[in-house]
């Protein structure tokens, strides 16, 4: 069932909601949190909002829907109410803020919290830099970005890194948690050698990529290569080098992985890319600091970038011989041309 409630308050939809569940019966201490999500862009807003109501099934909440309508609008609030089916196993409520209550979004929400519940902020689209000093970041315990929703997923990658708060996390972060398994436990089987170095590669704008190889950096202490590559997208491949043989675990179809090393049998391992309802999902389960995402952004630093092998073959390409006529004059030339390429 959705209500529209055009150009109302937040007491009327307090009021509307208590009259909901008076007539419906659904009780507001099922829920065991209040989600608060941020989105601007219309078809953000309802993928979010579908994204909310899987979670809703592990997860019961109130969803608090923010999007900012028109700034030179008069200043009103558009509020629509989501239950039933229409809704999960939450509520949803959505608010439009026009003019300058456009910027008011936390003066908005705090009316409609839950009393003694935990607060979870979540940007499906572009986020803050810095999401614990943005005003609705501020409310929350748990405060969840996705970098790769952003145009340049990398520089909001690092940029959140620098301003990393306990309580921060990131949906791009989320969706290693497969791999880390996988290569966590490929280390658990003989023989059991120490990781000498490792090789990540994805594609070159891909912040899960950078994650992961800030993970591996910061937790194996070895020198890890970030290859970058456009031909798949996410991560592509992970190679972890040791003394007997090289654990490989590459993933080019996005789908299905193959992971190979000395001793074991090839296997093929189930690598499908993770929906933004699995990652909420997972979220949702823990509102403490996660510690582990912590140490992978302070491993970010610890990354040497690398080129695709094609990359490396081009210089020797371009490669000419000198002109028999005056091979003295040409010998310094020679000498400069290499010094640029090793740099």
């Known amino acids: 069932m959705i209500i529209d409630l055009p150009s109302t308050t937040t007491s009327a939809l307090n009021k509307k909601l208590v009259e909901i569940r008076e007539q419906g019966g659904q009780v507001a201490l099922g829920r065991v949190l209040t989600l608060v999500i941020v989105a601007d862009d219309d078809a953000k807003l309802e993928e979010a909002i579908e994204a909310a109501n899987d979670a809703s099934r592990e997860h019961p909440s109130r969803v608090i829907v923010v999007a ?4 030179t609008a008069a200043p009103r609030i558009d509020g629509q109410i989501r239950v039933g089916g229409d809704a999960g196993a939450s509520e949803v409520i959505v608010l439009r803020l026009y003019g300058p209550l456009a910027a008011q979004g936390q003066s908005a929400v705090v009316p409609l919290l839950l009393p003694d519940a935990p607060i979870v902020t979540w940007w499906p689209g ?7 000093e943005d005003p609705l970041g501020d409310l ?6 996705d970098s790769a929703a952003e145009k340049n997923p990398i520089r909001a990658l690092t940029t959140r890194a620098k301003s990393y708060v306990e309580g ?7 969706r290693l948690t497969r791999w880390r398994a996988q290569l966590v436990s490929a280390l658990d089987l003989p023989p059991y050698e120490k990781v000498t ?3 990540v590669t994805g594609e070159a704008d891909s912040p899960s990529t950078e994650l992961l190889a800030g993970w591996l950096a910061e937790y194996l202490k070895v020198p890890v290569k970030r290859i970058k590559s456009s031909s798949a997208q996410g991560i592509i491949s992970v190679t972890l080098e040791r003394r007997s043989g090289s654990v490989e675990l590459t993933r080019p ?7 190979t090393q000395p001793g074991q049998p090839t296997r093929r391992i189930a690598l499908q890319r993770r929906t933004n309802e699995d990652c909420l999902i997972e979220e949702l389960r823990r509102l403490d600091p996660d510690e582990v995402y912590e140490a992978s952004l302070h491993g970010l ?6 080129t695709t092998a094609t990359a490396k073959a081009a210089p020797a390409e371009k490669k000419a011989p000198a002109p028999k006529s005056a091979p003295a004059k040409k010998a310094p030339a020679k000498a400069k041309t290499a010094e640029k390429s090793g740099s």
């Open 197 to 199: 170095g490792a090789t």
């Open 140 to 145: 929350a315990q748990r405060r969840i970005t």
């Open 253 to 259: 179809d996005g789908r299905v992985g193959t992971l």
């Open 68 to 71: 900012k309508g028109a700034r």
């Open 168 to 174: 921060d996390t990131d949906l791009a972060w989320t």
């Open 301 to 306: 630093h610890k990354i040497v970038t690398g």
């Open 126 to 132: 572009a986020g803050p830099k810095s999401p614990a």
